[in-house]
Each structure stands twice: as C-alpha cells, then as structure tokens.
C-alpha cells in the first residue's frame, strides 16, 4: 500500500524552528517529486514547496522562501521540511504529497494525514 | 502568480441532483489543472488531472472539461458520499497555486 506519514509538528513560539518528516513506503521514493501543502485551520489549501527527484531543483512559496528549506533521503525514503523563524501565520496542517508523475510540477496523488504545527506564545 | 477563482463558494444540492463547479485562473494554465476533494478532517483525494482525466478509482460521474483559463469539475448524480469541498489546482508554472475551494452541501 503506498503510504506517507507525516511528523514533527508540534507548538513552537514565533521565531522558534521544527523539522517535519514524511516517510514513504509502497512505491519507489527515489523516482518522483515530492511537495509540502498546508491549511490553516478553516481555511484552503496552500502549496509550500516541492523538490525534485534528486534533490538539487527546489521550489517554494513566496511567503516561506528564504525560511523554509526542504529536503530529501532517498536513501531512507523520507522527505523533510526544516522550518525557521515561524510566524503565527505558519499555523497549519502540513501535508506531505507525493508528485503524480517523476519529474513534478504537477498535481499530487497520494497524500499523507497530515501533521499540526502551531505557532504562538 | 496564477489567481485561482473559485465559484460558486458554496454549492447546495439535492441527492441524485447534477453540480457543476467552476475554476478561473487568472492567465491560461493550458489543462495543466487539477481537482482535489477534501472531506472533514481527512487529506485532499486527487479527482481530476489535464483537466479532464479522472485519477485512480474515481467514478465515472466526476468529469472535468475547460481550456485556457476556464475549467469545470461536474458530478452528474451526487450521492451522500460526495458531499465535500472542491478545490482545483494549476501545475502551469512556478509557483503552484489552489483555489478557495468550493464547499458542496446537501441541500
């Protein structure tokens, strides 16, 4: 069965940092783009960041670039994303996605349950 | 950026009846679009990718049309279990973007 799971979340203070985990099992990790989406609470879907199969093409949002980095494992077949300076605004769910096609920048298939980060004093 | 506009916000329906949701994106995104489903407290489910092919094991009574900057994901008989919110998704270029989503609700 493909599966992610998500972890790490957890409260921090605003500027503090948290590292988010997705580990994969049932397909070949190694071979497709990996994203981060989240939701706020009562609010829509967000695309975060997405890096490609290898690792060296990166992509993020306006409003985490520059603190945010994602990264990956192949392998350990897991998919990071290192949080700093964490703002109020980064309260969310934050879901692991798997691309649907190798080289991403596309839709997402399969989705992970998710994992809360909240962010407040 | 890539606006993605939703309508209507919130869609009331009757069982059995046919819903039609609309997706605008600001600049053509060439069938580069995709429709998720989203239940309470579950994860996004992919529906829809090329605007118009369904994913694995979605039914035959979602279907997606549109071109350029127009797109829309219809149900022709809602049943209990499709009662959810809708978003769309362009995969056109960087940065990825969603709409608001649509809200469909048993009327």
């Known amino acids: 069965e493909v599966q992610l799971l998500e972890s790490g979340g957890g409260l921090k203070q605003p500027g503090g940092s948290l590292r988010l985990s997705c580990a994969a099992s049932?397909?070949?990790?190694?071979?497709?783009?990996m994203t981060w989406v989240r939701q706020a609470p009562g609010k829509g879907l967000e695309w975060v960041s997405s890096?490609?199969?290898?690792?060296?093409?990166?992509y993020y949002a306006d409003s985490v670039k520059g603190r945010f980095t994602i990264s990956r494992d192949n392998s350990k077949n897991t998919l990071y994303l290192q949080m700093n300076s964490l703002r109020a605004e980064d309260t969310a769910v934050y879901y692991c996605?798997?691309?649907?096609?190798?080289?991403?920048?596309?839709?997402?298939?399969?989705w992970g349950k998710g994992t809360t980060v909240t962010v407040s004093s | 950026e890539i606006v993605m506009t939703q309508s209507p916000a919130t869609l009331s329906v009757s069982p059995g009846e046919r819903a039609t949701l609309s997706c605008r994106a600001s600049?053509?995104?060439?069938?580069?679009l995709a429709w998720y489903q989203q239940k309470p407290g579950q994860a996004p489910r992919l529906l829809m990718y090329?605007?118009?092919t369904r994913a694995t094991d979605i039914p035959a009574r979602f279907s997606g049309s549109g071109s350029g900057t127009e797109y829309n994901l219809t149900i022709s008989s809602l049943q209990s279990e499709d009662f959810a919110i809708y978003y769309c998704?362009?995969?056109?270029?960087?940065?990825?973007?969603f709409g608001g989503g649509t809200k469909v609700e048993i009327k």
């Open positions: 996605a798997k691309d649907r096609i190798t080289t991403g920048g596309t839709d997402m298939d399969v």
């Open positions: 890096i490609s199969v290898s690792g060296g093409s990166t």
């Open positions: 998704q362009h995969y056109s270029n960087w940065p990825l973007t």
């Open positions: 600049q053509s995104v060439r069938s580069n």
């Open positions: 090329g605007a118009s």
């Open positions: 049932g397909f070949t990790f190694s071979t497709y783009a």
